[in-house]
């Protein structure tokens, strides 16, 4: 099993930033993606972006682009998503999630591991 360990959420004005971040433990692959989703009340889990196990290649909602930003360490186990002008839709428990394939995907059946979540509140 693959544990993931979201923080960084909260409550932030419209405009402002915040930081999330994930760690993976537990049963490693040897190559495993990582990817963002979130969830607005009463909608559906929606795909926010992606990062492959070398990190070279990124994946964004056209919702997120330009920003929101993807990354992720050197030991590859932790995955951050640095977020910029936030706006209220941006409103959502974010969770993190893991590929067990290199490739990322914007594709939430792709991924077999999934943390509990972080609660953001953009306000007006």
């Known amino acids: 099993q693959v544990q993931l360990a979201e923080s960084g959420g909260g409550l932030v004005q419209a405009g402002g930033s915040l930081r999330l971040s994930c760690a993976a433990s537990?049963?490693?692959?040897?190559?495993?993606?990582m990817g963002w989703f979130r969830q607005a009340p009463g909608k559906a889990r929606e795909f926010v972006a992606a990062?492959?196990?070398?990190?070279?290649?990124?994946y964004y909602a056209e919702s997120v682009k330009g920003r929101f930003t993807i990354s992720r360490d050197n030991a590859k186990t932790t995955v951050a998503l640095q977020m910029n002008s936030l706006k209220p839709e941006d409103t959502a428990v974010y969770y993190c999630?893991?590929?067990?394939?290199?490739?990322?995907?914007?594709?939430?059946?792709?991924?077999?591991?999934w943390g509990q979540g972080t609660q953001v509140t953009v306000s007006p």
């Open positions: 999630a893991v590929r067990a394939k290199p490739a990322g995907t914007s594709v939430a059946s792709e991924y077999a591991y």
């Open positions: 537990g049963r490693t692959f040897s190559s495993f993606a």
């Open positions: 990062i492959s196990w070398s990190g070279d290649t990124k």
